[in-house]
């Protein structure tokens, strides 16, 4: 089992920058696809970026593609989302997510293990 806590939330205007963390701890960090998804309010839980065990792999939602980029540091155990010209449409809670040896498809990539959450607000 992994345990996952995300930190780096908070307000921003829109155009600016956040960059959220997520640390880990449990298993070999190497060995776990990591990802992150968000969910705003009153809407479902969407997928934002993912990035493979080997780091050899990354993958975005179309909403934050050239915005957003996922990166792992495996002597950290630790996985960071820098989010850059962010939107209003951006707010959000954002979550962190791993699973083991993961290969499959991001788009459909439902993951065993989740963080608590951080919250993320952009202001107009």
């Known amino acids: 089992q992994v345990q996952l806590v995300e930190s780096g939330g908070g307000l921003v205007q829109a155009g600016g920058s956040l960059r959220l963390s997520c640390a880990a701890s449990?298993?070999?960090?190497?060995?776990?696809?990591m990802g992150w998804f968000r969910q705003a309010p009153g809407k479902e839980r969407e997928f934002v970026a993912g990035?493979?065990?080997?780091?050899?792999?990354?993958t975005y939602a179309g909403s934050v593609k050239g915005r957003f980029s996922i990166s792992r540091d495996n002597a950290k155990n630790t996985v960071y989302l820098q989010m850059n010209s962010l939107e209003p449409e951006d707010t959000a809670v954002y979550y962190c997510a791993a699973e083991q040896y993961y290969r499959g498809n991001y788009y459909y990539w439902q993951p065993h293990y989740w963080g608590q959450g951080t919250q993320v607000t952009v202001s107009s």
């Open positions: 449990g298993r070999p960090f190497r060995t776990y696809a």
């Open positions: 990035i493979s065990w080997s780091a050899s792999t990354t």
